[in-house]
Nanobody
Framework: QVQPVESGGGLVEAGDSLRLSCSVSGPAFNQYSMAWFRQPPGKEREFLAT????????YYADSVKGRFTISRDNTKNTVYLQMNDLQPEDTAIYYC???????????????????WGQGTQVTVSS
């Protein structure tokens, strides 16, 4: 059973940084594409970043490019999201997602991901 579990959320002030972690149980983590999504209050879930199996290919949403960095440690079955210069509009529940991939190119659409965590709340005060 593959199960992502997010951690690292919290309440911060505008301009602060946070690093989210997603620990994935189950085998063959190094064969999974991993991604981060978020759902702001009253809005739909949106794509943030994704990373391929070998960490070579990474994609970012325009809204976070240059501020957020996705990375992974296959020895720890963990994917990270480093978030810098957080702003109130970054307030959301942040989700980690994964799927088995035959290639190094990760998808950017939520519907393409099989496994989802429960989410971690990030709140940014102004």
């Amino acid at each position: 059973q593959v199960q992502p579990v997010e951690s690292g959320g919290g309440l911060v002030e505008a301009g602060d940084s946070l690093r989210l972690s997603c620990s994935v149980s189950g085998p063959a983590f190094n064969q999974y594409s991993m991604a981060w999504f978020r759902q702001p209050p009253g809005k739909e879930r949106e794509f943030l970043a994704t990373i391929g199996r070998g960490s070579i290919v990474r994609y970012y949403a325009d809204s976070v490019k240059g501020r957020f960095t996705i990375s992974r440690d296959n020895t720890k079955n963990t994917v990270y999201l480093q978030m810098n210069d957080l702003q109130p509009e970054d307030t959301a529940i942040y989700y980690c997602a994964g799927r088995y991939s035959r290639t190094n190119t990760p998808p950017k659409v939520a519907g393409d991901y099989t496994y989802w965590g429960q989410g971690t709340q990030v709140t940014v005060s102004s």
